[in-house]
Protein backbone atom coordinates (compact mmCIF):
# COMPACT_ATOMS: atom_id res chain seq x y z
CA UNK A 1 0.00 0.00 0.00
CA UNK A 2 1.54 3.35 -0.73
CA UNK A 3 1.62 5.88 2.12
CA UNK A 4 -1.73 8.51 1.50
CA UNK A 5 -0.82 11.81 0.29
CA UNK A 6 -1.55 12.97 3.76
CA UNK A 7 1.36 11.84 5.97
CA UNK A 8 3.61 12.61 3.01
CA UNK A 9 2.62 16.17 3.37
CA UNK A 10 2.91 16.27 6.90
CA UNK A 11 6.13 14.57 6.84
CA UNK A 12 7.21 16.99 4.17
CA UNK A 13 6.47 19.95 6.84
CA UNK A 14 7.26 18.41 10.22
CA UNK A 15 10.50 15.90 9.40
CA UNK A 16 11.58 15.85 12.55
CA UNK A 17 8.30 15.48 14.08
CA UNK A 18 6.33 12.86 12.27
CA UNK A 19 5.19 10.17 15.13
CA UNK A 20 6.75 6.67 14.60
CA UNK A 21 2.72 4.97 14.42
CA UNK A 22 2.11 7.54 11.56
CA UNK A 23 5.28 6.41 9.64
CA UNK A 24 4.36 2.51 10.39
CA UNK A 25 0.96 2.10 9.18
CA UNK A 26 1.93 3.38 5.52
CA UNK A 27 4.41 0.07 5.41
CA UNK A 28 2.87 -3.46 3.66
CA UNK A 29 5.42 -5.54 2.11
CA UNK A 30 4.32 -8.22 -0.43
CA UNK A 31 5.55 -11.66 -0.87
CA UNK A 32 8.29 -11.16 -3.28
CA UNK A 33 9.78 -8.81 -1.07
CA UNK A 34 9.26 -9.48 2.68
CA UNK A 35 11.46 -12.59 2.38
CA UNK A 36 14.25 -10.35 1.98
CA UNK A 37 14.04 -7.87 4.58
CA UNK A 38 15.32 -7.91 8.12
CA UNK A 39 14.90 -4.26 9.87
CA UNK A 40 10.96 -3.25 9.75
CA UNK A 41 10.55 -1.26 12.68
CA UNK A 42 8.61 2.09 13.28
CA UNK A 43 11.94 3.59 14.54
CA UNK A 44 15.26 2.31 13.93
CA UNK A 45 18.56 3.71 15.41
CA UNK A 46 21.84 3.09 13.91
CA UNK A 47 24.98 3.79 16.35
CA UNK A 48 28.51 3.34 16.70
CA UNK A 49 28.87 3.67 13.35
CA UNK A 50 30.96 5.82 10.79
CA UNK A 51 29.20 7.65 8.05
CA UNK A 52 30.31 9.12 4.80
CA UNK A 53 26.99 11.30 4.21
CA UNK A 54 27.05 11.89 0.45
CA UNK A 55 28.42 15.23 0.71
CA UNK A 56 32.30 15.03 -0.22
CA UNK A 57 32.40 16.07 3.60
CA UNK A 58 35.52 13.75 5.53
CA UNK A 59 33.78 10.25 7.43
CA UNK A 60 32.56 11.13 10.72
CA UNK A 61 32.74 7.85 13.21
CA UNK A 62 30.84 7.10 16.27
CA UNK A 63 27.57 8.20 14.65
CA UNK A 64 24.18 7.79 15.69
CA UNK A 65 20.99 7.51 12.84
CA UNK A 66 17.96 7.31 13.75
CA UNK A 67 15.11 6.08 11.17
CA UNK A 68 11.46 7.28 11.67
CA UNK A 69 9.29 5.35 9.13
CA UNK A 70 10.22 6.27 5.56
CA UNK A 71 12.80 9.19 6.63
CA UNK A 72 16.06 9.51 8.74
CA UNK A 73 14.86 11.99 11.34
CA UNK A 74 18.77 12.25 13.11
CA UNK A 75 22.27 12.32 12.44
CA UNK A 76 24.60 12.98 14.69
CA UNK A 77 27.60 12.15 17.30
CA UNK A 78 26.11 9.77 19.85
CA UNK A 79 26.65 12.44 22.71
CA UNK A 80 24.03 14.83 20.71
CA UNK A 81 21.56 12.12 18.90
CA UNK A 82 19.38 10.42 21.74
CA UNK A 83 18.40 7.23 20.69
CA UNK A 84 14.16 6.85 20.94
CA UNK A 85 12.83 4.98 23.72
CA UNK A 86 10.97 2.68 21.09
CA UNK A 87 13.35 2.62 19.18
CA UNK A 88 15.05 -0.69 17.69
CA UNK A 89 18.76 -0.66 17.65
CA UNK A 90 21.44 -1.70 15.77
CA UNK A 91 25.11 -1.63 16.87
CA UNK A 92 27.40 -0.99 13.76
CA UNK A 93 30.41 -0.45 15.18
CA UNK A 94 32.77 -1.80 12.24
CA UNK A 95 30.30 -0.52 9.71
CA UNK A 96 30.33 2.44 7.97
CA UNK A 97 26.66 3.52 6.52
CA UNK A 98 26.85 5.68 2.61
CA UNK A 99 23.74 7.25 0.87
CA UNK A 100 21.84 4.75 -1.39
CA UNK A 101 23.42 4.58 -4.29
CA UNK A 102 22.02 5.87 -7.54
CA UNK A 103 22.82 4.60 -10.65
CA UNK A 104 22.47 6.65 -13.78
CA UNK A 105 23.35 4.11 -16.24
CA UNK A 106 21.59 0.97 -14.83
CA UNK A 107 19.93 -0.88 -17.57
CA UNK A 108 17.45 -3.57 -16.95
CA UNK A 109 18.87 -5.56 -19.58
CA UNK A 110 22.30 -8.06 -20.11
CA UNK A 111 23.52 -9.90 -23.45
CA UNK A 112 25.22 -12.81 -23.43
CA UNK A 113 26.16 -14.60 -26.14
CA UNK A 114 24.35 -17.43 -24.55
CA UNK A 115 21.58 -16.05 -23.30
CA UNK A 116 20.25 -13.40 -25.86
CA UNK A 117 21.02 -9.80 -26.71
CA UNK A 118 19.54 -7.34 -25.12
CA UNK A 119 17.09 -9.73 -22.70
CA UNK A 120 15.36 -8.10 -19.75
CA UNK A 121 16.84 -9.34 -16.52
CA UNK A 122 13.45 -7.95 -14.94
CA UNK A 123 14.01 -11.33 -11.96
CA UNK A 124 17.82 -10.63 -11.08
CA UNK A 125 18.71 -7.25 -11.49
CA UNK A 126 16.32 -5.31 -9.50
CA UNK A 127 17.23 -7.78 -6.58
CA UNK A 128 20.93 -7.76 -7.29
CA UNK A 129 20.82 -3.80 -7.32
CA UNK A 130 19.44 -3.29 -4.29
CA UNK A 131 21.61 -6.53 -2.52
CA UNK A 132 24.18 -4.27 -3.79
CA UNK A 133 23.48 -0.71 -2.78
CA UNK A 134 21.79 0.54 -5.03
CA UNK A 135 18.49 2.19 -4.44
CA UNK A 136 17.50 4.25 -7.21
CA UNK A 137 18.49 3.44 -11.04
CA UNK A 138 18.11 5.65 -14.47
CA UNK A 139 17.79 2.93 -16.83
CA UNK A 140 19.05 4.85 -19.68
CA UNK A 141 18.29 3.26 -22.74
CA UNK A 142 15.31 1.14 -22.25
CA UNK A 143 14.17 -2.47 -24.53
CA UNK A 144 11.05 -2.72 -23.15
CA UNK A 145 9.46 -0.02 -21.61
CA UNK A 146 6.29 -0.91 -20.18
CA UNK A 147 7.88 -3.74 -18.10
CA UNK A 148 10.11 -1.07 -16.40
CA UNK A 149 7.12 1.21 -15.98
CA UNK A 150 5.22 -1.76 -14.65
CA UNK A 151 8.43 -3.02 -12.80
CA UNK A 152 8.59 0.46 -11.13
CA UNK A 153 4.88 -0.10 -10.10
CA UNK A 154 5.51 -2.89 -8.35
CA UNK A 155 8.59 -1.80 -6.49
CA UNK A 156 7.13 1.25 -5.63
CA UNK A 157 3.73 -0.54 -4.39
CA UNK A 158 5.89 -2.93 -2.06
CA UNK A 159 5.14 -5.96 -4.04
CA UNK A 160 8.48 -6.52 -5.16
CA UNK A 161 12.28 -6.08 -4.02
CA UNK A 162 14.07 -3.65 -5.68
CA UNK A 163 15.16 -0.01 -6.47
CA UNK A 164 13.56 3.49 -7.19
CA UNK A 165 13.53 3.45 -11.12
CA UNK A 166 13.08 6.33 -13.61
CA UNK A 167 12.29 4.60 -16.37
CA UNK A 168 13.72 5.44 -19.79
CA UNK A 169 12.37 5.55 -23.71
CA UNK A 170 13.63 3.47 -26.13
CA UNK A 171 16.85 4.22 -27.44
CA UNK A 172 16.32 7.70 -29.84
CA UNK A 173 18.70 6.15 -32.56
CA UNK A 174 19.15 6.62 -35.97
CA UNK A 175 19.16 4.07 -38.65
CA UNK A 176 22.45 1.87 -39.40
CA UNK A 177 24.11 -1.01 -37.45
CA UNK A 178 23.03 -1.72 -34.28
CA UNK A 179 21.17 -3.96 -31.50
CA UNK A 180 17.57 -5.28 -32.74
CA UNK A 181 15.91 -3.73 -29.82
CA UNK A 182 15.84 -0.29 -31.28
CA UNK A 183 13.40 1.53 -33.95
CA UNK A 184 15.70 3.40 -36.39
CA UNK A 185 14.38 6.81 -36.29
CA UNK A 186 13.67 8.28 -40.66
CA UNK A 187 14.14 11.54 -38.93
CA UNK A 188 13.30 14.55 -37.07
CA UNK A 189 9.40 14.11 -37.30
CA UNK A 190 9.76 10.58 -36.33
CA UNK A 191 12.21 11.84 -33.15
CA UNK A 192 9.36 14.11 -31.74
CA UNK A 193 6.54 11.57 -32.48
CA UNK A 194 8.18 8.66 -30.27
CA UNK A 195 9.78 11.23 -27.65
CA UNK A 196 5.50 12.19 -27.42
CA UNK A 197 3.98 8.78 -27.19
CA UNK A 198 6.54 7.66 -24.46
CA UNK A 199 6.67 10.68 -22.47
CA UNK A 200 2.90 10.08 -22.43
CA UNK A 201 3.20 7.22 -20.96
CA UNK A 202 5.02 8.03 -18.31
CA UNK A 203 8.66 8.45 -19.37
CA UNK A 204 11.16 10.97 -17.79
CA UNK A 205 14.10 10.40 -19.87
CA UNK A 206 15.37 9.30 -22.95
CA UNK A 207 18.63 8.37 -24.10
CA UNK A 208 19.95 9.15 -27.45
CA UNK A 209 22.26 6.70 -29.02
CA UNK A 210 25.31 6.32 -31.63
CA UNK A 211 24.01 6.89 -35.04
CA UNK A 212 21.58 9.94 -34.38
CA UNK A 213 21.80 13.10 -36.79
CA UNK A 214 21.91 16.51 -34.95
CA UNK A 215 18.88 17.26 -36.70
CA UNK A 216 16.98 14.08 -34.69
CA UNK A 217 18.82 15.19 -31.80
CA UNK A 218 17.79 18.72 -31.56
CA UNK A 219 14.28 17.53 -32.08
CA UNK A 220 14.29 15.24 -29.78
CA UNK A 221 15.49 17.02 -27.27
CA UNK A 222 13.07 20.09 -27.62
CA UNK A 223 9.90 17.85 -27.64
CA UNK A 224 11.10 16.33 -24.72
CA UNK A 225 11.52 20.22 -23.18
CA UNK A 226 8.50 20.49 -24.29
CA UNK A 227 6.94 17.84 -22.51
CA UNK A 228 8.61 18.24 -19.03
CA UNK A 229 11.51 14.91 -20.06
CA UNK A 230 14.86 15.30 -20.30
CA UNK A 231 17.53 13.92 -22.68
CA UNK A 232 20.95 12.32 -22.19
CA UNK A 233 22.83 10.52 -24.75
CA UNK A 234 25.47 7.99 -25.70
CA UNK A 235 27.09 9.75 -28.71
CA UNK A 236 28.94 9.13 -31.22
CA UNK A 237 27.58 10.53 -34.73
CA UNK A 238 27.19 13.87 -33.15
CA UNK A 239 29.79 15.16 -30.61
CA UNK A 240 29.53 16.45 -27.36
CA UNK A 241 29.46 20.19 -28.01
CA UNK A 242 26.84 19.83 -30.28
CA UNK A 243 25.13 18.13 -28.00
CA UNK A 244 25.58 20.87 -25.66
CA UNK A 245 24.32 23.32 -28.16
CA UNK A 246 21.14 21.73 -28.89
CA UNK A 247 20.00 21.68 -25.21
CA UNK A 248 21.05 18.08 -24.00
CA UNK A 249 21.15 17.65 -19.75
CA UNK A 250 23.47 15.14 -19.42
CA UNK A 251 26.08 13.04 -21.70
CA UNK A 252 27.14 9.28 -20.82
CA UNK A 253 30.33 7.65 -20.92
CA UNK A 254 32.69 10.60 -21.14
CA UNK A 255 35.81 11.28 -23.12
CA UNK A 256 36.69 8.10 -25.10
CA UNK A 257 32.60 8.23 -26.84
CA UNK A 258 33.12 12.10 -27.63
CA UNK A 259 34.45 11.50 -31.15
CA UNK A 260 34.83 15.54 -31.94
CA UNK A 261 38.86 14.75 -31.24
CA UNK A 262 38.72 12.13 -33.46
CA UNK A 263 40.36 13.57 -36.90
CA UNK A 264 38.52 13.66 -39.96
CA UNK A 265 35.00 12.65 -38.94
CA UNK A 266 32.42 14.01 -40.35
CA UNK A 267 29.07 15.63 -39.60
CA UNK A 268 26.44 13.21 -38.07
CA UNK A 269 28.54 9.88 -38.94
CA UNK A 270 30.01 7.69 -36.11
CA UNK A 271 33.55 7.01 -37.27
CA UNK A 272 33.69 4.09 -35.03
CA UNK A 273 37.48 3.46 -35.39
CA UNK A 274 37.80 1.98 -32.60
CA UNK A 275 41.42 0.33 -33.49
CA UNK A 276 42.45 3.88 -33.62
CA UNK A 277 40.66 5.69 -30.86
CA UNK A 278 42.98 4.42 -28.25
CA UNK A 279 45.99 5.64 -29.93
CA UNK A 280 44.32 9.12 -30.87
CA UNK A 281 42.65 10.30 -27.56
CA UNK A 282 45.42 8.43 -25.51
CA UNK A 283 48.06 11.03 -26.57
CA UNK A 284 45.49 14.05 -26.68
CA UNK A 285 46.55 15.90 -23.17
CA UNK A 286 43.56 16.79 -21.08
CA UNK A 287 44.93 20.45 -20.93
CA UNK A 288 44.56 20.85 -24.87
CA UNK A 289 42.72 23.53 -25.91
CA UNK A 290 39.83 21.52 -27.91
CA UNK A 291 39.59 19.27 -24.57
CA UNK A 292 39.39 22.10 -22.53
CA UNK A 293 36.54 23.95 -24.61
CA UNK A 294 34.36 20.47 -24.53
CA UNK A 295 34.82 21.00 -20.83
CA UNK A 296 33.87 24.70 -20.63
CA UNK A 297 30.81 23.99 -23.11
CA UNK A 298 29.12 21.50 -20.41
CA UNK A 299 29.77 23.25 -17.40
CA UNK A 300 28.74 26.55 -18.94
CA UNK A 301 25.45 24.68 -19.96
CA UNK A 302 25.13 23.08 -17.03
CA UNK A 303 24.89 19.60 -18.53
CA UNK A 304 26.08 16.92 -16.38
CA UNK A 305 28.11 13.72 -17.38
CA UNK A 306 27.62 10.17 -16.42
CA UNK A 307 30.94 8.38 -15.07
CA UNK A 308 30.67 4.77 -16.40
CA UNK A 309 34.39 3.55 -15.84
CA UNK A 310 33.43 -0.02 -15.31
CA UNK A 311 32.26 -0.63 -18.43
CA UNK A 312 35.11 1.24 -20.22
CA UNK A 313 37.32 -1.19 -18.07
CA UNK A 314 35.81 -4.05 -19.45
CA UNK A 315 38.11 -3.39 -23.09
CA UNK A 316 40.69 -4.40 -20.59
CA UNK A 317 40.41 -8.33 -19.47
CA UNK A 318 43.23 -8.46 -17.69
CA UNK A 319 42.48 -5.34 -15.61
CA UNK A 320 39.30 -6.12 -14.58
CA UNK A 321 39.64 -8.14 -10.69
CA UNK A 322 38.16 -11.53 -10.66
CA UNK A 323 34.85 -11.57 -8.97
CA UNK A 324 33.29 -14.71 -7.64
CA UNK A 325 30.06 -12.95 -7.10
CA UNK A 326 29.81 -12.29 -10.56
CA UNK A 327 30.38 -15.89 -11.62
CA UNK A 328 27.77 -17.00 -9.07
CA UNK A 329 25.36 -14.51 -10.11
CA UNK A 330 25.22 -15.47 -13.77
CA UNK A 331 23.95 -18.65 -15.38
CA UNK A 332 26.70 -21.12 -15.83
CA UNK A 333 26.85 -20.99 -19.98
CA UNK A 334 27.72 -17.19 -19.37
CA UNK A 335 29.68 -17.62 -15.99
CA UNK A 336 32.02 -20.50 -18.04
CA UNK A 337 32.05 -17.53 -20.54
CA UNK A 338 32.95 -14.91 -17.93
CA UNK A 339 35.96 -17.35 -16.52
CA UNK A 340 37.55 -17.72 -20.02
CA UNK A 341 37.24 -13.59 -20.19
CA UNK A 342 38.81 -13.63 -17.09
CA UNK A 343 41.95 -15.26 -18.54
CA UNK A 344 41.97 -12.87 -21.52
CA UNK A 345 41.15 -14.88 -23.96
CA UNK A 346 39.59 -13.34 -27.52
CA UNK A 347 38.93 -10.01 -25.98
CA UNK A 348 39.74 -6.32 -27.16
CA UNK A 349 43.11 -5.18 -27.03
CA UNK A 350 44.66 -5.41 -23.59
CA UNK A 351 47.58 -3.15 -24.22
CA UNK A 352 49.35 -0.05 -23.29
CA UNK A 353 47.85 1.77 -25.65
CA UNK A 354 44.22 1.02 -24.51
CA UNK A 355 45.24 1.76 -21.10
CA UNK A 356 46.74 5.10 -21.51
CA UNK A 357 43.85 6.09 -23.08
CA UNK A 358 41.59 4.89 -20.65
CA UNK A 359 43.83 6.95 -18.45
CA UNK A 360 42.54 9.84 -19.42
CA UNK A 361 38.99 8.91 -19.61
CA UNK A 362 39.73 8.95 -15.92
CA UNK A 363 41.61 12.58 -15.50
CA UNK A 364 39.03 14.11 -17.97
CA UNK A 365 36.26 13.14 -15.55
CA UNK A 366 38.85 14.93 -12.76
CA UNK A 367 39.25 17.81 -14.99
CA UNK A 368 35.40 18.16 -15.12
CA UNK A 369 34.98 18.13 -11.94
CA UNK A 370 38.03 20.66 -11.08
CA UNK A 371 36.24 23.11 -14.02
CA UNK A 372 33.11 23.14 -11.86
CA UNK A 373 30.89 19.93 -13.62
CA UNK A 374 28.22 17.84 -12.12
CA UNK A 375 29.68 14.08 -12.48
CA UNK A 376 27.31 11.21 -11.46
CA UNK A 377 28.38 7.68 -12.28
CA UNK A 378 26.59 4.30 -13.73
CA UNK A 379 26.73 0.90 -14.14
CA UNK A 380 26.05 0.15 -17.96
CA UNK A 381 25.57 -3.49 -16.76
CA UNK A 382 24.91 -4.69 -20.17
CA UNK A 383 27.50 -7.55 -20.76
CA UNK A 384 30.51 -9.70 -20.10
CA UNK A 385 31.41 -8.84 -16.38
CA UNK A 386 29.38 -5.98 -15.80
CA UNK A 387 26.34 -6.78 -14.05
CA UNK A 388 23.87 -4.93 -12.05
CA UNK A 389 25.34 -3.51 -8.68
CA UNK A 390 28.33 -4.94 -8.53
CA UNK A 391 29.29 -2.33 -11.89
CA UNK A 392 27.94 0.40 -9.84
CA UNK A 393 30.75 -1.05 -6.64
CA UNK A 394 33.48 -1.13 -8.64
CA UNK A 395 32.73 2.08 -9.96
CA UNK A 396 33.64 3.65 -6.88
CA UNK A 397 37.37 2.14 -6.67
CA UNK A 398 37.90 3.32 -9.94
CA UNK A 399 37.00 6.60 -9.08
CA UNK A 400 39.24 6.54 -5.94
CA UNK A 401 41.67 5.46 -8.47
CA UNK A 402 40.70 8.18 -11.28
CA UNK A 403 41.88 10.78 -7.99
CA UNK A 404 38.48 11.35 -6.36
CA UNK A 405 39.02 11.24 -2.51
CA UNK A 406 36.69 8.19 -1.49
CA UNK A 407 34.34 10.96 -0.25
CA UNK A 408 34.16 12.22 -3.37
CA UNK A 409 33.90 9.25 -5.07
CA UNK A 410 30.73 8.48 -2.47
CA UNK A 411 28.99 11.79 -3.80
CA UNK A 412 29.30 11.05 -7.46
CA UNK A 413 27.88 7.80 -6.33
CA UNK A 414 25.00 9.31 -4.28
CA UNK A 415 24.18 12.91 -4.54
CA UNK A 416 25.56 14.40 -7.15
CA UNK A 417 23.00 11.24 -9.43
CA UNK A 418 20.46 12.47 -6.74
CA UNK A 419 20.87 16.68 -8.50
CA UNK A 420 21.28 14.88 -12.15
CA UNK A 421 17.83 13.25 -11.37
CA UNK A 422 16.53 16.66 -9.82
CA UNK A 423 15.79 14.74 -6.69
CA UNK A 424 18.70 15.79 -4.24
CA UNK A 425 15.95 17.37 -1.49
CA UNK A 426 14.55 13.83 -1.39
CA UNK A 427 17.49 11.50 -1.48
CA UNK A 428 21.30 10.99 -2.42
CA UNK A 429 22.77 12.28 1.59
CA UNK A 430 22.56 11.00 4.54
CA UNK A 431 21.01 13.89 6.25
CA UNK A 432 17.36 14.54 8.66
CA UNK A 433 14.43 15.01 6.57
CA UNK A 434 16.04 12.84 3.85
CA UNK A 435 14.35 9.60 2.39
CA UNK A 436 15.80 6.77 4.46
CA UNK A 437 18.06 5.10 1.82
CA UNK A 438 21.26 3.89 3.34
CA UNK A 439 23.85 1.12 2.89
CA UNK A 440 25.54 -0.59 5.88
CA UNK A 441 28.88 -1.76 4.88
CA UNK A 442 31.46 -3.42 7.03
CA UNK A 443 35.12 -1.98 7.34
CA UNK A 444 35.67 1.67 5.83
CA UNK A 445 36.07 2.15 2.49
CA UNK A 446 37.27 5.91 3.20
CA UNK A 447 40.13 3.53 3.62
CA UNK A 448 39.84 0.96 2.08
CA UNK A 449 38.26 1.19 -1.18
CA UNK A 450 37.25 -2.27 -1.48
CA UNK A 451 35.29 -2.39 1.73
CA UNK A 452 32.41 -0.99 -1.06
CA UNK A 453 31.69 -4.44 -1.61
CA UNK A 454 31.18 -5.68 1.46
CA UNK A 455 27.24 -4.45 1.48
CA UNK A 456 25.44 -5.93 4.66
CA UNK A 457 22.05 -4.19 5.07
CA UNK A 458 20.52 -1.72 2.83
CA UNK A 459 17.46 0.52 3.66
CA UNK A 460 14.84 1.68 1.22
CA UNK A 461 12.47 3.86 2.55
CA UNK A 462 13.36 2.91 6.50
CA UNK A 463 12.92 -0.77 5.40
CA UNK A 464 16.33 -2.60 6.07
CA UNK A 465 17.01 -5.65 3.33
CA UNK A 466 19.36 -8.38 4.53
CA UNK A 467 22.22 -7.83 1.14
CA UNK A 468 23.26 -11.75 1.22
CA UNK A 469 19.15 -13.36 1.16
CA UNK A 470 18.70 -11.17 -1.87
CA UNK A 471 21.99 -11.96 -3.49
CA UNK A 472 21.24 -15.83 -3.04
CA UNK A 473 17.64 -15.58 -4.40
CA UNK A 474 19.57 -14.65 -7.89
CA UNK A 475 22.14 -17.10 -8.09
CA UNK A 476 22.58 -18.38 -11.36
CA UNK A 477 19.44 -16.27 -12.64
CA UNK A 478 21.40 -12.94 -14.28
CA UNK A 479 21.48 -13.98 -18.16
CA UNK A 480 18.45 -15.78 -18.16
CA UNK A 481 15.94 -13.80 -15.94
ZN1 LIG B 1 24.60 1.64 -21.85
Redesign the pocket.
Known amino acids: MRPSARPRRLAAIFPLLLPAWLAAQTRELGPQARPFVSVDAPVVALTHVRVLDGTGAPAKAGQTIVITGERITAVGPADRVSVPRDAQVLDLAGHTVIPGIIGL ?1 D ?1 MYYSSAAGGSMKPMLQSYPRLFLAAGVTTIRT ?2 SVDPYQELNLRRAIDSGLVAGPDIVATGPYVQGPGPGPGAMHPLSGPEDARRMVRYWAEEGITWF ?1 AYTNVTREELGAAIAEAHRLGVKVTA ?1 LCSVGFREAVALGIDNL ?1 HGYLDDWEFFPGKEPDKCPAQWDKLGAVYGALPTEDPAVQATIHDMVSHHVAMTS ?1 LA ?1 IELGMPNRVPRDQRVLDALFPDAAAAIEKYYAGSGAAPNDSVTRRAFRKAMDFERAFVRGGGLLGAGA ?1 P ?1 CLSAIAGYADQRNFELLVEAGFTPEQAVQILSANGARILGRADRVGTVAPGQQADLVVLRGDPSTAPGDIRNVVKVFRKGVGYDSAKLTASVKGLVGLR
Do not use: L, Q, R
Open positions: HHTGKHETVDC
